[in-house]
């Protein structure tokens, strides 16, 4: 049972998503002054802020199932700081691959000064919308991660959204762990929009 106050802040973060959305599309030339207020209220009442994504790899081990899952991912369609913190899981465009999407976690963003355990690298500074993601298992070395150990930082714009919730089996699943900020705001996304059945169905399909 979904309480009202998750209600509400359900609704409030539909409408930040509706409207964010509905302005890259705008800014892109796929709307028109005309069509921008009847995109958001079509957005807010009937799109979803999450989608299924079947995943299947070790880099991100134990964190996804290494033998595949389903995932529950929160759409961001405009990445940034406020939206994105360090310590989440997002699903993004590979660099190296731009028509293939991963899973990583974010380990830095921009302003934060990355220090390599070579010392005949200098140090740096994250530009601005830039970030550093990682994989999670740690046994894999960079070019097996293919992580930004190898492939440097990457836009935030490359981040297509963050993995709330894991479904590795039918009796093995729950909420993926990700910065605190980003756990609060997506607590009413996951109270409203999880339906574990669907996950299930998902995987089997």
Known sequence: MVYLPTWLRYAANRLEYSVNLTWKNYSVGQLNRKQFSNAIWKNFLYGKLTFCHWNKGEEMAPTLAGNGGTLLVRKIPFPQPTQV?????????????????????VAAIEGDEMVSNNEKEEPFTLKKDQCWVLADNESLKAKE???????????????????????????????????????AQDSSVLAVELDVEELVKKMKS
């Open 85 to 105: 913190f360090v310590g989440d899981v997002v699903m993004m465009k590979n660099p190296l691959k731009n028509d293939d999407y991963f899973f990583r976690r």
């Open 145 to 183: 991660a293919q992580d930004s150990r190898l492939f440097g930082p990457v836009p935030m714009g490359c981040i297509a959204g963050r993995v709330i919730y894991a479904l590795r089996s039918a009796v093995d699943h729950g909420p993926v762990y990700n910065s605190q900020m980003a756990m």
